[in-house]
């Protein structure tokens, strides 16, 4: 079955700082990959995804990840946090269903 | 702008008491996905429509049913909600159900059940 592990669930960073979210996935076929932020009471908004084509993959926000499959990876990075960064991230694999990771909390310190 | 809209955002009902969420797309997307997430847990899919072909997941309670009338509507329906259904509700869809898809989520329903 395929699965994603998101490390850490509380990640806290200072404004300015970069914010490094890590994933890691476990995959029998070619991995479809997508990060999601989730707002307080808000539904999942899309960052970025990884189908084919380019491992490094620009998303909105300032927001990139990765695709490494040597390491089986999909980590997301910002250089710089903003307090409006504060939220919830979802590390997501797609196998015709998705594939939920636990999720990991970002707070921003000022 | 093309969206997911889901009403109400904050839905009370009472034990037992029969509660309809609503969603709707201005996407023309096929599917349409209804999920659950309690707090502090990653949202859980209940079951989607692709189509009008109804899948259901196979450990979604009874007590979830869903409608969607056309392409633009879809119903969360929970017949007799108990307090284990508080939560919040997600609608997504996708224009397909192939892997590389993005599914695109409302706002979200909060349902509280006194």
């Known amino acids: 079955a395929q699965s994603v592990t998101q490390l850490g669930s509380h990640v806290s960073v200072s404004e300015g700082a970069l914010v490094l979210l890590r994933c890691n996935y476990s995959?029998?076929?070619?991995?479809?990959l997508f990060w999601y932020v989730q707002y307080p009471n808000q539904g999942l908004q899309l960052l970025l995804k990884?189908?084919?084509?380019?491992?490094l993959v620009k998303g909105i926000n300032g927001f990139e990840a990765e695709f490494k499959k040597s390491e089986t990876s999909f980590h997301l990075t910002k250089p710089s946090a903003h307090m409006s960064d504060a939220a919830e991230y979802f590390c997501?694999?797609?196998?015709?269903?998705?594939?939920f990771g636990a999720g990991t909390t970002v707070t921003v310190r000022a | 702008d093309a969206m997911v809209i889901q009403n109400p955002r904050y839905q009370v009902t009472q034990f037992g008491k029969p509660v309809t969420l609503s969603c709707s797309q201005t996407l023309n997307h096929n599917v349409m996905y209804w999920y659950q997430q309690k707090s502090s847990q990653a949202p859980k899919l209940l079951f989607h429509y692709y189509d009008k072909d109804f899948n259901n997941e196979a450990d979604t309670p009874d007590n979830f049913q869903s409608r969607r009338p056309n392409t633009s509507f879809c119903f969360l329906d929970i017949r007799s909600p108990g307090l284990g259904d508080a939560a919040m509700y997600l609608c997504a869809t996708s224009r397909d159900s192939s892997r590389k898809e993005t599914q695109y989520f409302g706002p979200g329903t909060r349902l509280l059940v006194l």
């Open positions: 995959s029998s076929v070619p991995p479809y």
């Open positions: 997501v694999f797609n196998d015709y269903k998705l594939s």
């Open positions: 990884y189908t084919t084509g380019a491992t």
